[in-house]
C-alpha cells in the first residue's frame, strides 16, 4: 500500500453504525456478538466445540476437540467423522430438496438452475464416475476448469468420495498447471474444452494437454466436460467425456465418512519464495468456518441470493461459493464471464435479474467499475440488495464510499473481511448487524479468533493505537494444517518468526483506539495484484528463464485499479537493450512470463537498465527500486550501494 493510503485510511474518521432495520433482522445483534465473544473468551475449545455440534452434520461425533500435542500442527474434532458432501448437500434434502442451490448465468446470457435434489445427483453421479476412474480415498484429483456449476460439482463430488481437489485457476499457464498436478501427485484431472470470457474462448483443453506433455506422469485419465463446444483434440485411452460418464452413472452414492482432519483440499498460493506452496485444509475445521462466517459474516437466511464473484480457483470460490453458503443451503448465484460483457452494466443488471441480496467482491473489480461512471448501476434495480462484501487487499476509503452510496444507497451495510487462502475462513470482519464500520477497516476479529499486533520482538502492543506484525495466538478450526508435502515449510514460514508462538500472516496492520484493524498490506515479498497473491521470486525467475535475460528485480507499484502492478527492472545479457530493440524484448518477456505463470503476473512496467542497486554484500536494495517504481524523488542514502550511479539510470533518466 502506498505512503498516501496509509495516510488517508489513518485520517478516516467517518463511522457508519449498523443501520437499524438490519440490525433489527439480524442473526446477530451488538448483544448476542458480545455474548458469543464472552462465550469464547471464557472457554476457547469449548466454544468451538459447541458450534461444531450444533451446526455440522456428524457421522461419528468427536470427543476429543483440540489436539495441540504436535504443535504448531493442531488438530481439530479429532475422533470425529464426517463427510462435506453430505453437510452440503444430503442435509437439505428433505427440508429444502426443491429450493435453488445453484443460479448459473453465462456470460452470453445462458442461464441453469440446479435445485438442492439436483445439485445432488450431479454431485452422486460424477462421485461414481470417478470412483469407476479408480479415484479412492486420499487420492489427489486436480480440478482446471471455468466458472461453471461443474466446478462445484467437481470439487463436491470429491469431497463425496474422500479424495483430495486441488483446483487451479483457469487464467494459469500449462506451466503453473503441470507444476501443481506434479505437486499433489494427481491421478486424474477434471477439466473443459474452454470457458467464455471476455468475448474470447479460454482454451483450458489445449492449455491442459500442454501441461500433461511436459510431465505429470502420475495423471492417469482426464475427464472433459463440454462448455463451449468449438473442438478439442481427445486423447484414445487418457480423455473421457464428461457428459458420456454422466450419462450412465447412478444418482445414489453414499458419502464416504472421512476423519475430521482427512485433507478436503489442496489449493496453491504465492509465498516469497520459491514455489507456489499447496496450502492443505482439513474437512471439519474447514468447514466450519466457511460455516459459521457465512452466518456471522453474511447473516446468510434463507430467501438470500448470494454472490461472490470469486473464482473457484481461488480460496474466496472455495469458501464463499463452493462450501460456506451450500453447507447453509443458501442459494448462490454463479456467473461465468468478464464484468464488462457486452457492456458495463453487466454486473448490476446480474444483480437485478437475479434478484441478488448479497454482494461480495473485490476492491479492485469496485474500482473498475467505479471508474466507468455510476450511470451503469443507476440503470438497474438493485433494490434487494441487503449486504455488500469486500475481500482480498485494503479497499480504498474512496473505493468504499462509492460502493456505499452507489451500489449500497448509502442504506446497505459493508462487511470488508481480512483473511487468506491460510486462514480457511474470514478472520476480522464486521458483524453487520453490531459492528460500526470504518471505511478502509476490515473492524475486529470474529468470535474465537485471536488476533496481535506485535513488534519486531515478537512482543504484544497493548496499547491501543499500535502498529506491529498481525499473528493470530491461538489455532482456529479452519486454519491450514500444513504445506502438502514440506511439513518444514509450513514450521518456518508461518510459525518460525516467532517461535512457534504466534501464526504470522504476513501483514503489518495498524489498531485504532477503537480496537479496529487496519490492514497496512504484506511485510514479505509477496504483491498483490488486483487481489491475487504473487510472489516477486515466482515472476523473477519467469523472467530470467528467458534465454536473453541475465538477471531481474521485481517490486509492486500502487496501480490505481489493480492495487499493485508488477514493475520489473531488468538486466539483459549484453548491451542494454534501447528504443525499438527494447520495446519489443519488453513484449517478448511480458509474453514469456503470462507463458510461465498467467496473465496475471505479466509486468506492466519493464526497465532495462545495466545493473541492479546493490549493497557491497550484494543484496538488492529493494526498498530503492520501490521507490524508483513509484517515481519519488530518490532521498534515501544511497552510499552503501556498490554502484551508486545506477540509480539514475533505473529511475529512466540516462
Ligand atoms: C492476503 C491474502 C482470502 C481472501 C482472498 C485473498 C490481503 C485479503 C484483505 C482485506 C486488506 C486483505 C492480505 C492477505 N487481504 N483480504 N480485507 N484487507 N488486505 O487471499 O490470496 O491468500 O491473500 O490478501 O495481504 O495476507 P490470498
Given at each position: 500500500?502506498?505512503s498516501?493510503?496509509?495516510a488517508?485510511?489513518?485520517?478516516?474518521n467517518?463511522?457508519?453504525?449498523?443501520?437499524?432495520?438490519?440490525?433489527?433482522?439480524?442473526?446477530?445483534?451488538?448483544?448476542?456478538?458480545?455474548?458469543?465473544h464472552?462465550?469464547?473468551?471464557?472457554?476457547?475449545?469449548?466454544?468451538?466445540?459447541?458450534?461444531?455440534?450444533?451446526?455440522?452434520g456428524?457421522?461419528?461425533?468427536?470427543?476429543?476437540v483440540?489436539d495441540?500435542?504436535?504443535?504448531?500442527?493442531?488438530?481439530?474434532?479429532?475422533d470425529?467423522k464426517?463427510?462435506?458432501?453430505?453437510?452440503?448437500?444430503?442435509?437439505?434434502?428433505?427440508?429444502?430438496?426443491?429450493?435453488?442451490?445453484?443460479?448459473?448465468?453465462?456470460?452470453?446470457g445462458?442461464?441453469?438452475n440446479?435445485?438442492?435434489?439436483?445439485?445432488?445427483?450431479e454431485?452422486?453421479?460424477?462421485?461414481?464416475?470417478?470412483?469407476?476412474?479408480?479415484?479412492?480415498?486420499?487420492?489427489?484429483?486436480?480440478?482446471?476448469?471455468?466458472?461453471?456449476?461443474e466446478a462445484v460439482?467437481?470439487?463436491?463430488?470429491?469431497a463425496?468420495?474422500?479424495?483430495?481437489?486441488?483446483?487451479?485457476?483457469?487464467?494459469?499457464?500449462?506451466?503453473?498447471?503441470?507444476?501443481?498436478?506434479?505437486?499433489?501427485?494427481?491421478?486424474?484431472?477434471?477439466?473443459?474444452?474452454?470457458?467464455?470470457?471476455?468475448?474470447?474462448?479460454?482454451?483450458?483443453k489445449?492449455?491442459?494437454?500442454?501441461?500433461?506433455?511436459?510431465?505429470?506422469?502420475?495423471?492417469?485419465?482426464?475427464?472433459?466436460?463440454?462448455?463451449t463446444?468449438?473442438?478439442?483434440?481427445?486423447?484414445?485411452?487418457?480423455?473421457?467425456?464428461?457428459?458420456?460418464?454422466?450419462?450412465?452413472?447412478?444418482?445414489?452414492?453414499?458419502p464416504?465418512?472421512?476423519?475430521?482432519?482427512?485433507p478436503?483440499f489442496?489449493l496453491y498460493?504465492?509465498?516469497?519464495?520459491?514455489?507456489?506452496?499447496?496450502?492443505?485444509?482439513?474437512?471439519g475445521?474447514?468447514?466450519?468456518?466457511?460455516?459459521?462466517?457465512?452466518q456471522?459474516?453474511?447473516d446468510?437466511?434463507?430467501?438470500?441470493?448470494?454472490?461472490?464473484?470469486?473464482?473457484?480457483?481461488?480460496i474466496?470460490?472455495?469458501?464463499?461459493?463452493?462450501?460456506?453458503?451450500l453447507?447453509?443451503?443458501?442459494t448462490?448465484?454463479m456467473?461465468?464471464?468478464?464484468?464488462?460483457?457486452?457492456?458495463?452494466g453487466?454486473?448490476?443488471?446480474i444483480?437485478?435479474?437475479?434478484?441478488?441480496?448479497?454482494?461480495?467482491?473485490a476492491?479492485?473489480?469496485?474500482?473498475?467499475?467505479?471508474k466507468?461512471?455510476?450511470?451503469?448501476?443507476?440503470?438497474y434495480?438493485?433494490s434487494?440488495?441487503r449486504?455488500?462484501g469486500?475481500?482480498?487487499?485494503p479497499?480504498?476509503?474512496?473505493?468504499w464510499?462509492?460502493?456505499?452510496?452507489?451500489?449500497?444507497?448509502?442504506?446497505?451495510?459493508?462487511?470488508?473481511?481480512?483473511w487468506?487462502?491460510?486462514?480457511?475462513?474470514?478472520?476480522?470482519?464486521?458483524?453487520?448487524?453490531a459492528?460500526?464500520?470504518?471505511p478502509?477497516?476490515?473492524?475486529?476479529?470474529?468470535?474465537?479468533?485471536?488476533?496481535?499486533?506485535?513488534?519486531?520482538?515478537?512482543t504484544?502492543?497493548?496499547?491501543?493505537?499500535a502498529?506491529?506484525?498481525?499473528?493470530?495466538?491461538?489455532?482456529?478450526?479452519?486454519?491450514?494444517?500444513?504445506?502438502?508435502?514440506?511439513?518444514?515449510?509450513?514450521?518456518?514460514?508461518?510459525?518460525?518468526?516467532f517461535?512457534?508462538?504466534?501464526?504470522v500472516?504476513?501483514?503489518?496492520?495498524?489498531?485504532?483506539?477503537?480496537?479496529?484493524?487496519?490492514?497496512m498490506?504484506?511485510?514479505?515479498?509477496?504483491?498483490?495484484?488486483?487481489?491475487?497473491?504473487?510472489?516477486t521470486?515466482?515472476?523473477?525467475?519467469?523472467?530470467?528463464?528467458?534465454?536473453?535475460?541475465?538477471?531481474?528485480a521485481?517490486?509492486?507499484?500502487?496501480?490505481?485499479?489493480?492495487g499493485?502492478?508488477?514493475?520489473?527492472?531488468?538486466?539483459?545479457?549484453?548491451?542494454?537493450?534501447?528504443g525499438?530493440e527494447?520495446?519489443?524484448?519488453?513484449?517478448?518477456?511480458?509474453?514469456?512470463?503470462?507463458?510461465e505463470?498467467?496473465?496475471l503476473?505479466?509486468?506492466?512496467?519493464?526497465?532495462?537498465?545495466?545493473?541492479?542497486?546493490?549493497?557491497?554484500?550484494?543484496?538488492?536494495?529493494?526498498?530503492?527500486?520501490?521507490?524508483?517504481?513509484?517515481?519519488?524523488?530518490?532521498?534515501?542514502?544511497t552510499?552503501?550501494l556498490?554502484?551508486?550511479?545506477?540509480?539514475?539510470?533505473?529511475?529512466?533518466?540516462?
Amino acid at each position: 500500500m502506498s505512503s498516501d493510503n496509509i495516510a488517508s485510511v489513518l485520517t478516516e474518521n467517518r463511522v457508519f453504525p449498523p443501520p437499524a432495520e438490519f440490525a433489527a433482522r439480524a442473526r446477530l445483534n451488538a448483544e448476542k456478538l458480545a455474548a458469543l465473544h464472552a462465550e469464547a473468551q471464557a472457554d476457547h475449545t469449548g466454544f468451538w466445540a459447541g458450534l461444531a455440534k450444533k451446526n455440522l452434520g456428524w457421522q461419528t461425533p468427536f470427543t476429543q476437540v483440540l489436539d495441540d500435542s504436535a504443535a504448531p500442527n493442531y488438530r481439530w474434532f479429532t475422533d470425529g467423522k464426517l463427510n462435506a458432501s453430505a453437510n452440503c448437500l444430503d442435509r437439505h434434502l428433505l427440508a429444502r430438496g426443491d429450493k435453488i442451490a445453484i443460479r448459473f448465468e453465462g456470460e452470453k446470457g445462458d442461464t441453469r438452475n440446479y435445485t438442492y435434489k439436483q445439485l445432488h445427483a450431479e454431485v452422486c453421479k460424477l462421485a461414481n464416475v470417478l470412483k469407476a476412474q479408480g479415484v479412492n480415498k486420499g487420492d489427489r484429483v486436480v480440478i482446471y476448469m471455468p466458472m461453471a456449476p461443474e466446478a462445484v460439482i467437481a470439487m463436491q463430488a470429491c469431497a463425496r468420495i474422500g479424495a483430495i481437489h486441488s483446483v487451479v485457476f483457469g487464467g494459469f499457464s500449462a506451466s503453473s498447471l503441470k507444476d501443481r498436478i506434479e505437486d499433489t501427485g494427481a491421478r486424474l484431472l477434471i477439466t473443459a474444452d474452454g470457458g467464455h470470457r471476455a468475448g474470447n474462448i479460454v482454451p483450458l483443453k489445449k492449455v491442459a494437454d500442454e501441461a500433461l506433455a511436459a510431465g505429470c506422469k502420475t495423471i492417469g485419465k482426464v475427464i472433459v466436460h463440454q462448455r463451449t463446444s468449438h473442438g478439442v483434440d481427445m486423447q484414445a485411452g487418457r480423455d473421457l467425456w464428461w457428459h458420456e460418464l454422466m450419462d450412465t452413472a447412478s444418482e445414489r452414492c453414499e458419502p464416504e465418512w472421512v476423519e475430521s482432519e482427512h485433507p478436503l483440499f489442496l489449493l496453491y498460493t504465492s509465498g516469497s519464495t520459491g514455489k507456489p506452496k499447496g496450502i492443505q485444509h482439513s474437512t471439519g475445521g474447514y468447514l466450519l468456518g466457511a460455516t459459521m462466517t457465512t452466518q456471522w459474516v453474511f447473516d446468510i437466511r434463507d430467501d438470500d441470493v448470494f454472490w461472490c464473484t470469486a473464482d473457484v480457483g481461488w480460496i474466496t470460490g472455495h469458501s464463499y461459493v463452493a462450501y460456506g453458503p451450500l453447507a447453509n443451503g443458501a442459494t448462490i448465484l454463479m456467473y461465468e464471464g468478464a464484468p464488462t460483457i457486452p457492456d458495463a452494466g453487466r454486473f448490476w443488471k446480474i444483480c437485478q435479474d437475479h434478484g441478488v441480496t448479497i454482494f461480495y467482491t473485490a476492491p479492485t473489480a469496485i474500482r473498475a467499475l467505479m471508474k466507468l461512471g455510476e450511470e451503469w448501476p443507476n440503470k438497474y434495480d438493485l433494490s434487494k440488495l441487503r449486504l455488500l462484501g469486500s475481500v482480498g487487499e485494503p479497499i480504498n476509503p474512496e473505493a468504499w464510499m462509492w460502493y456505499h452510496r452507489v451500489i449500497g444507497k448509502e442504506r446497505l451495510p459493508i462487511v470488508d473481511t481480512w483473511w487468506q487462502t491460510e486462514t480457511g475462513a474470514i478472520m476480522i470482519a464486521p458483524v453487520p448487524g453490531a459492528i460500526t464500520t470504518k471505511p478502509g477497516s476490515c473492524t475486529k476479529p470474529l468470535p474465537g479468533i485471536c488476533v496481535e499486533v506485535v513488534d519486531e520482538a515478537g512482543t504484544p502492543i497493548r496499547e491501543q493505537d499500535a502498529g506491529g506484525y498481525l499473528v493470530v495466538s491461538k489455532p482456529w478450526p479452519s486454519m491450514l494444517r500444513t504445506v502438502w508435502g514440506d511439513n518444514e515449510r509450513y514450521i518456518k514460514t508461518y510459525w518460525g518468526q516467532f517461535q512457534n508462538k504466534y501464526y504470522v500472516a504476513g501483514d503489518s496492520t495498524h489498531r485504532d483506539a477503537d480496537g479496529c484493524y487496519w490492514i497496512m498490506g504484506r511485510v514479505d515479498d509477496v504483491l498483490n495484484v488486483s487481489g491475487h497473491r504473487l510472489g516477486t521470486m515466482e515472476v523473477e525467475s519467469a523472467l530470467v528463464s528467458h534465454p536473453r535475460i541475465a538477471e531481474a528485480a521485481v517490486v509492486g507499484r500502487p496501480h490505481e485499479v489493480k492495487g499493485e502492478s508488477v514493475f520489473a527492472f531488468v538486466i539483459a545479457k549484453g548491451p542494454r537493450p534501447t528504443g525499438e530493440e527494447a520495446d519489443k524484448l519488453a513484449k517478448e518477456l511480458r509474453d514469456h512470463v503470462a507463458k510461465e505463470i498467467g496473465a496475471l503476473a505479466k509486468p506492466d512496467d519493464i526497465r532495462f537498465a545495466d545493473n541492479l542497486p546493490k549493497t557491497r554484500s550484494g543484496k538488492i536494495m529493494r526498498r530503492l527500486l520501490r521507490s524508483i517504481a513509484k517515481g519519488e524523488e530518490i532521498t534515501q542514502d544511497t552510499s552503501t550501494l556498490e554502484n551508486p550511479a545506477i540509480v539514475a539510470q533505473l529511475s529512466g533518466k540516462a
